[in-house]
């Protein structure tokens, strides 16, 4: 097996927009006769059975929680970035492009990101239309905010609850297809087994949580959207459900799984205060717009704070050191956050 990526030839910017006018297309009355398998019903698995029902094809989505409003997605706080420009500051798909790269340590697939950059005004739209509540102005209008890694305001928002609101529409595009017949909706199953035949994913093994039974599924294609590998570590922000087993499945199958060091946490989070805690609780970074990160500048100040011998809001200002102010002056407190993580240790 090589190891392919299947990105198109071309210019960089001209990509995906080439491959999009020259790629195959499906008879719309060949679509009702093709089935297409789904795991996982967050974000990216809830979306996907949305849009395919919505072209045609025949779903069926897995879900391993109670309901598609339980994945994990609903924990995303902050909000979403797309390249409007509505504050005028500058914005465009290749800023957005090039802040993701390098928030990224400059590892992620380039052709992939400029994807993103391109198609992220349109997703913003797409969620508004599902009836997403986006933070608006005073006049009405979509609102923005700063956010870390960026020197532009593309930030949207509905309030600390972003995660959850996209998840709610996602889930009532995907709840209009189950209506329509296009969705079958399996709650409570997990999966066991990806199905190869000629070495192509064309169904799954099955576990009903409920009966235990197993079931065997087939399908034309399989796309995994089953989140993320959270639990590698003993605590995280992620919830104790994230342990990547399905993807796990599939590299047992023969998939190729790349660059495990790709693992959300948050330098904003608050730390475990007792042997009952399971996770780290999480804050939205968006605490870092208008709030500043400090450390004592003098070592017997923090081994006081340790010790509990002085209180932090007891510490005099000329005695505070604000390092990402200090050492990055263009992004200060909303510096990336493997700079903010790496800072934050060699200050302490």
């Known amino acids: 097996m090589a190891l392919n990526s299947k990105i198109p030839e071309g210019p960089l910017e001209d990509k995906w927009t080439k491959h999009k006018n020259e790629i195959n297309l499906v008879n719309p009355a060949n679509k009702r006769l093709i ?15 949305a849009t395919l029902a919505e072209l045609g094809y025949n779903v069926k989505a897995f879900c391993f929680q109670d309901s598609p409003r339980r994945a994990h997605s609903i924990a995303a706080q902050g909000g979403i970035n797309a390249a409007k420009n509505y504050q005028g500051d500058g914005d465009s798909t290749y800023r957005l492009f090039y802040d993701t790269v390098k928030g990224g340590d400059y590892r992620s697939r380039e052709a992939n990101v400029y994807r993103l950059a391109e198609v992220s005004a349109n997703i913003i739209d797409q969620c508004v239309a599902q009836g997403v509540p986006f933070a608006r102005d005073y006049g009405g209008l979509l609102d923005n905010r700063s956010f870390g890694g960026v020197l532009v305001s593309r930030t949207f928002y509905a309030k600390g609850q972003t995660g959850q609101q996209l998840l709610l529409g996602a889930y009532s595009a995907m709840n209009r297809q189950i209506g329509r017949g296009k969705i079958k909706m399996y709650n409570r199953h997990e999966m066991l087994d990806v199905v190869l035949v000629e070495g192509k ?5 099955a576990r009903n949580l409920v009966t235990g039974e197993i079931e065997r599924h087939s ?3 399989v796309v995994l959207g089953t989140g993320g ?3 590698v570590f003993f605590l995280s922000t992620n919830a104790m459900g994230s342990n990547v087993t399905a993807a796990w499945r599939a590299h047992k199958k023969g998939a190729y799984f790349a660059n495990p060091c790709y693992t959300q946490i948050h330098p904003t989070c608050i730390p475990v205060s007792g042997d009952h805690q399971s996770k ?3 804050m939205s970074e968006s605490l870092r717009n208008d709030g500043r990160i400090w450390v004592p ?3 017997k100040d923090a081994e006081a704070i340790k010790e509990g011998k002085l209180k932090p809001t007891q510490l005099a200002e000329e005695d505070r ?3 990402l102010e200090r050492r990055y ?3 200060g407190n909303l510096v990336p956050k493997r700079c903010c993580v790496k800072s934050s240790k060699r200050a302490m």
Do not use: M, Q
């Open 329 to 331: 002056p263009a992004f």
């Open 297 to 299: 500048k003098h070592k």
């Open 219 to 221: 399908a034309h294609a």
């Open 321 to 323: 050191d604000y390092y």
């Open 229 to 231: 590998y959270g639990n």
């Open 35 to 49: 089935d297409v398998i789904v795991v996982g019903t967050g974000l990216a698995g809830g979306s996907a059975s």
């Open 280 to 282: 780290l609780t999480l």
């Open 201 to 205: 994913a064309r169904g799954i093994i």
